[in-house]
């Protein structure tokens, strides 16, 4: 085989001209090919055998799927003279494979039928198990997508239960306060007179002052000046009471005193 014949070979095995040129140079100093300088490409067997041709694609990078198409298709342009033993080949491409792709044996035909079933069952039961393992993927995934739903839920309803807790409470406290008010006022009902009034009083007996603060006949002292100093703490301006009030309590608490001292 000369250069113009191996540079046609590997253009027409789809190898780029750069890589082409590259090979064909590299094979002539290999004294793998003549030299033929007249860039015509000779009409005729190229290749004695598939073997050669085989030999050529894989020195020259060409993958071995590729590789079994193209010297098919030389075979049948007739650019390959006779069908290899697959001897002279590199373990690159099994030896028993390449030679029984061109023999016309019905026998070794039916073997390789044969053989091919048994691959593609092969790769049926391999794309099965990725098909399972999709479905079980997605499964996983929906599972989890409706247990996160659920927790959303179950924080949501939680968000509502602690928002009516909080408007309870509220109220609740609202009401407290009003409760509160209204027994202040209960309180001072009694007490509510103008200061000039007051302060023009005259003193009370001792089971007066027990009467207005509430406490029995039997009261000690001590209980009356207690009670006294409550509503004094509870009218005083300071703490948001009645001066009115206080002034009169406070009055009537030294009378108190004075007719103790008395």
Do not use: C
């Not at 071995?64 to 298709?73: G, H, L």
């Not at 989890?144 to 909080?166: F, G, V």
């Not at 509160?180 to 509510?192: N, Q, R």
Request: no cysteine; hydrophobic share 30%.
């Amino acid at each position: 085989m000369n250069t113009d014949q191996a540079f046609y070979l590997l253009k027409n095995a789809g190898v780029t001209e750069d890589i082409s040129i590259q090979t064909v140079r590299r094979w002539l100093r290999e004294s793998k090919i003549n030299y033929e300088g007249t860039g015509k490409q000779k009409t005729g067997f190229i290749l004695d055998d598939t073997d050669q041709a085989f030999n050529l694609l894989k020195d020259a990078g060409v993958t071995e799927n590729n590789s079994i198409q193209i010297v098919r298709r030389w075979l049948r342009e007739g650019k390959i003279e006779n069908v290899g033993t697959g001897n002279r080949r590199t373990e690159y491409i099994p030896n028993e494979t390449t030679s029984k792709l061109f023999l016309n044996n019905p026998t070794d035909q039916d073997k390789i039928i044969r053989q091919l079933k048994v691959k593609i069952k092969a790769q049926d039961e391999h794309i099965k198990g990725i098909e399972d393992l999709h479905k079980h993927s997605i499964k996983t995934l929906i599972q989890q997508r409706e247990k996160l739903n659920q927790e959303i839920a179950t924080l949501e309803n939680e968000k509502s239960d602690l928002q009516s807790e909080t408007q309870k409470l509220l109220k609740e406290n609202i009401d407290l306060r009003n409760e509160l008010l209204k027994l202040k006022e209960e309180l001072l009902k009694g007490y509510k007179r103008e200061p000039e009034k007051a302060q023009v009083t005259p003193p009370s007996k001792t089971n007066d002052y027990r009467q207005k603060l509430g406490l029995s006949k039997t009261a000690g002292e001590k209980e009356v000046v207690t009670g006294y100093k409550k509503l004094l703490k509870i009218t005083h301006p300071d703490h948001g009471g009645n001066a009115a009030a206080f002034h009169y309590i406070k009055t009537d608490y030294d009378h108190f005193r004075n007719s103790i001292k008395g």
